[in-house]
């Protein structure tokens, strides 16, 4: 099946830095990406969509200017989580289904923990 | 938009029993469903999906049925495994919404005891 890279899998950082998260499709093409948050024990919540060669876009409730997402390309999508505080703590997913898929399939990344000291 | 509601929220079964969990939604556009499985600290892997046209899909020990006219659909898994122990996700979809923006169910802890 299709394969979605996340890097990195696990980051910590001070309170005050900015984290970029990338995700890759490695053997398809996506011109559209998700990133998700997850909290523990909790379900998916969308953040945004991301779309190759356009702005990306944001779910009620989440800043743009806190999460800023760029999709250059086809097979990457980056999530910079800005000035990051604690708050910010939790597991961020992306996923991307193949271009031109009939289905919404969505391959999932294996995650990113971001842990904000 | 969309809503899907899971259940149960956690369930113990014990080795080589069957599990069920149910989702319920509440768009009658939505006409894609896919299940996820996924596992601690990884990210969600899609076990199986299932179409509006198809009422059951099955794949070996996991089947899926869905009833459009209640807006419910349900993953059954057979003869379980330990290594079945997971959180199982159920998804909904439809045309209306963007390829791939799916809503998902708030999840059920699956534990399969030897």
């Known amino acids: 099946g299709a394969v979605v890279s996340q890097h990195p899998s696990r980051v910590i950082c001070k309170s005050g830095t900015s984290v970029k998260i990338e995700c890759r499709s490695l053997d398809f093409q996506a011109t559209t990406m998700f990133w998700y948050r997850q909290f523990p024990k909790q379900s998916l919540m969308l953040m945004a969509t991301?779309?190759?060669?356009?702005?990306?876009?944001?779910e009620q409730g989440v800043e743009k200017d806190k999460f800023l997402i760029n999709h250059a390309s086809l097979t990457l999508s980056t999530l910079t989580v800005t000035s990051a505080h604690p708050e910010d703590s939790s597991f961020y997913i992306c996923?991307?289904?193949?271009?031109?898929?009939?289905?919404?399939?969505?391959?999932f990344g294996a995650g990113t923990r971001l842990s904000v000291l | 938009g969309e809503n899907v509601e899971q259940h149960p929220s956690t369930l113990s079964v014990q080795e080589g029993d069957s599990a069920v969990i149910k989702c319920t939604y509440s768009d009658s556009a939505s006409n894609y469903f896919p299940w996820y499985k996924q596992e601690l600290g990884k990210g969600p892997q899609l076990i199986i999906d299932?179409?509006?046209?198809?009422g059951e899909k099955k794949d070996q020990r996991i089947a899926v049925t869905l009833n459009k006219t209640a807006k419910h659909f349900s993953l059954h898994i057979t003869e379980t495994q330990p290594e079945d122990s997971a959180v199982y996700f159920c998804a909904a979809s439809g045309p209306n919404t963007n390829a791939g923006k799916s809503t998902f169910g708030d999840g059920t802890t699956l534990t399969v005891k030897p």
């Open positions: 299932i179409r509006s046209n198809v």
């Open positions: 996923s991307a289904p193949p271009a031109g898929t009939p289905r919404a399939v969505q391959y």
């Open positions: 991301s779309n190759e060669g356009s702005k990306a876009t944001y």
